[in-house]
């Protein structure tokens, strides 16, 4: 379990940092818009990348704690054996769908190493690389949960 202390360290961490970025970057472009005669044009890419890597970094600590929307309007009508299995199918189906995506996601970024963005001039594997660590995060935290699952249905 040292492995999800220092994953959910780095995801956290990373929302912290990618969000204040953002803020200020967002901030940066209206001060610029109002106050002086021309706009940093690498303020808007900016702003989207770090966007992007706040969302992807935000995204496996929110599957973690369970903070993803949940359609209770629906599942209170199930019956407790249909509720199990639905809990049992959740996160086996979020593994297997975050697990292809994170596989696939390596050749979009060896892709990348040869593109450039427009105006920060930044190789496009950095902003390939918030998709693998998405998924690579709520695959992980979905492998977890589908083990809590499994011994809670034991029991």
């Not at 940093?40 to 992007?52: D, G, K, Q, V, Y």
């Not at 390939?128 to 249905?153: A, D, E, H, Q, T």
């Amino acid at each position: 379990m040292i492995f999800k202390f220092f994953l959910s360290k780095f995801l956290k961490y990373g929302t912290l940092i990618t969000s204040l970025g953002f803020v200020i970057t967002v901030s940066l472009q209206i001060f610029a818009r109002f106050l002086l005669s021309d706009v940093p044009p690498w303020t808007e890419e900016a702003s989207r990348i770090l966007f992007i890597y706040a969302i992807a970094f935000a995204s496996g600590l929110a599957y973690r704690a369970n903070y993803f929307i949940f359609l209770e309007a629906f599942y209170t009508v199930f019956s407790e054996k249909l509720k199990k299995i639905i809990d049992l199918i959740s996160p086996l189906m979020s593994l297997v769908l975050f697990g292809f995506c994170a596989y696939y996601t390596v050749p979009m970024i060896k892709m990348g190493m040869d593109e450039y963005s427009p105006t920060l001039h930044v190789i496009m594997a950095i902003p390939f690389l918030s998709i693998f660590i998405l998924s690579f995060s709520l695959s992980y935290f979905s492998f977890l949960g589908l083990i809590n699952k499994i011994k809670f249905w034991k029991s």
